[in-house]
């Protein structure tokens, strides 16, 4: 059992290496829910730290008041994990629900953003108070390949391009998944396993279990509950070597999309601008010339210039992207052309080119004409 611990361990090390996620000199901020993903996310990067491989490690929890007494019980258990690690401890509550309303959008969606809201406010915290520079900061989320075939059969239903086929990033800017290339079935065994272990530290929460459970995962009216219990189940049983299939493809697919992503940056460097230099949120101009470019990588630039401005935990909407396409035609910009897109971003176009920027600066903008 021992060597089975290692092996988690030992695989997130080389995954963490591998792909140039963390060092050293690293601040690390785990988000944990108390499940047993990101349980074990939080017993790995604790090893970590003590073998010197990561620096400063902090854990947050986010409670989306959605669950009553159980969501309460989910963030002790964190609190007592973190105190068991000797890691400072974030928690963050916020009624999901009622910020939903507010936003006009569905409860997944605005625990997202809200989540990363918070992990964004104490990885500078984490920073500040450790003396880190916050570009060695690292937000940890415990993902596993599991997640990562399931995203990619709920995208296949849904609809996606290329890049979404790969399913998930191991990096997306400071956020990063070392866990990738575990299963959760690894991750279980590797958490019952140093409770086995004498002398190791675990935590048990009020019921001895060794991590929570969060009932609704299994509710199939849910999509991913829906992937994840009726749909993948069913490829495994046709081949058991399904998964690992889908993983390999997914990876081909990935140094496909990492070419495309390289082109793609080549066209922003030579046709776009960012209106205000270094500051790619506050929006982007592409020139003529862009409407040459061929329209997968127009598509890909659109994406990448959207992510900028929203934010990289943002889902881009495939029907913004081909707005802002909208806005060229026979390669040239549509002049006068006027829209509003995701996220209140406005898309206009003259003959200069087609601007994409906050819908507050433009309204701005022409109020100054």
Same mark, same amino acid.
């Given at each position: 059992?021992?060597?089975?611990?290692?092996?988690?361990?030992?695989?997130?090390?080389?995954?963490?290496?591998?792909?140039?996620?963390?060092?050293?000199?690293?601040?690390?901020?785990?988000?944990?829910?108390?499940?047993?993903?990101?349980?074990?996310?939080?017993?790995?990067?604790?090893?970590?730290?003590?073998?010197?491989?990561?620096?400063?490690?902090?854990?947050?929890?986010?409670?989306?008041?959605?669950?009553?007494?159980?969501?309460?019980?989910?963030?002790?258990?964190?609190?007592?994990?973190?105190?068991?690690?000797?890691?400072?401890?974030?928690?963050?509550?916020?009624?999901?629900?009622?910020?939903?309303?507010?936003?006009?959008?569905?409860?997944?969606?605005?625990?997202?953003?809200?989540?990363?809201?918070?992990?964004?406010?104490?990885?500078?915290? !984490?920073?500040?108070? $450790?003396?880190?520079? +916050?570009?060695?900061?690292?937000?940890?989320? %415990? #993902? =596993?390949?599991?997640? @990562?075939?399931?995203?990619?059969?709920?995208?296949?239903?849904?609809?996606?391009?290329?890049?979404?086929?790969?399913?998930?990033?191991?990096?997306?800017?400071?956020?990063?998944?070392?866990?990738?290339?575990?299963?959760?079935?690894?991750?279980?065994?590797?958490?019952?396993?140093?409770?086995?272990?004498?002398?190791?530290? !675990?935590?048990?929460? $009020?019921?001895?279990? +060794?991590?929570?459970?969060?009932?609704?995962? %299994? #509710? =199939?009216?849910?999509? @991913?509950?829906?992937?994840?219990?009726?749909?993948?189940?069913?490829?495994?049983?046709?081949?058991?070597?399904?998964?690992?299939?889908?993983?390999?493809?997914?990876?081909?697919?990935?140094?496909?999309?990492?070419?495309?992503?390289?082109?793609?940056?080549?066209?922003?460097?030579?046709?776009?601008?960012?209106?205000?230099?270094?500051?790619?949120?506050?929006?982007?101009? +592409?020139?003529?010339?862009?409407?040459?470019? %061929?329209?997968?990588?127009?598509? @890909?630039?659109?994406?990448?210039?959207?992510?900028?401005?929203?934010?990289?935990?943002?889902?881009?909407?495939?029907?913004?992207?081909?707005?802002?396409?909208?806005?060229?035609?026979?390669?040239?910009?549509?002049?006068?052309?006027?829209?509003?897109?995701?996220?209140?971003?406005?898309?206009?176009?003259?003959?200069?080119?087609?601007?994409?920027?906050?819908?507050?600066?433009?309204?701005?903008?022409?109020?100054?004409?």
């Amino acid at each position: 059992m021992a060597k089975r611990n290692g092996h988690i361990v030992d695989a997130a090390r080389k995954t963490a290496q591998a792909r140039d996620l963390f060092g050293p000199d690293s601040a690390c901020l785990l988000m944990v829910s108390g499940g047993s993903d990101s349980t074990a996310l939080a017993y790995t990067m604790h090893e970590l730290r003590q073998s010197g491989d990561v620096g400063p490690v902090a854990l947050l929890h986010v409670n989306h008041k959605l669950r009553g007494q159980d969501a309460e019980d989910d963030a002790e258990f964190c609190r007592q994990l973190a105190e068991a690690l000797n890691l400072p401890f974030f928690c963050c509550e916020v009624d999901v629900a009622r910020e939903a309303q507010l936003a006009h959008t569905n409860l997944e969606a605005q625990g997202r953003h809200e989540r990363y809201l918070a992990a964004r406010e104490a990885l500078s915290s !984490v920073c500040m108070h $450790e003396a880190v520079p +916050l570009s060695e900061g690292r937000i940890l989320t %415990a #993902h =596993t390949a599991d997640d @990562r075939i399931e995203s990619f059969y709920m995208r296949s239903i849904v609809g996606t391009g290329p890049g979404g086929f790969r399913s998930m990033l191991y990096r997306n800017g400071n956020v990063v998944r070392p866990l990738l290339d575990c299963t959760r079935s690894d991750l279980r065994s590797f958490v019952r396993g140093l409770a086995e272990t004498e002398g190791a530290t !675990v935590v048990l929460d $009020e019921r001895g279990n +060794l991590w929570r459970e969060d009932a609704t995962n %299994a #509710h =199939t009216d849910r999509f @991913r509950a829906y992937v994840r219990e009726l749909i993948v189940p069913k490829t495994r049983e046709w081949d058991v070597r399904a998964s690992d299939n889908l993983v390999r493809s997914m990876n081909l697919i990935a140094d496909e999309d990492d070419m495309l992503d390289a082109m793609a940056d080549d066209v922003l460097n030579d046709d776009a601008i960012m209106l205000i230099d270094g500051a790619p949120e506050r929006g982007w101009l +592409l020139e003529p010339a862009f409407g040459q470019q %061929a329209r997968p990588l127009q598509r @890909r630039c659109i994406h990448k210039v959207l992510k900028a401005m929203l934010g990289p935990e943002e889902r881009i909407d495939a029907r913004s992207v081909e707005r802002v396409l909208e806005a060229f035609a026979d390669e040239r910009p549509v002049s006068g052309h006027v829209d509003n897109i995701q996220g209140d971003i406005a898309v206009s176009a003259n003959k200069l080119g087609v601007r994409i920027e906050p819908m507050s600066e433009f309204r701005a903008r022409r109020k100054k004409v």
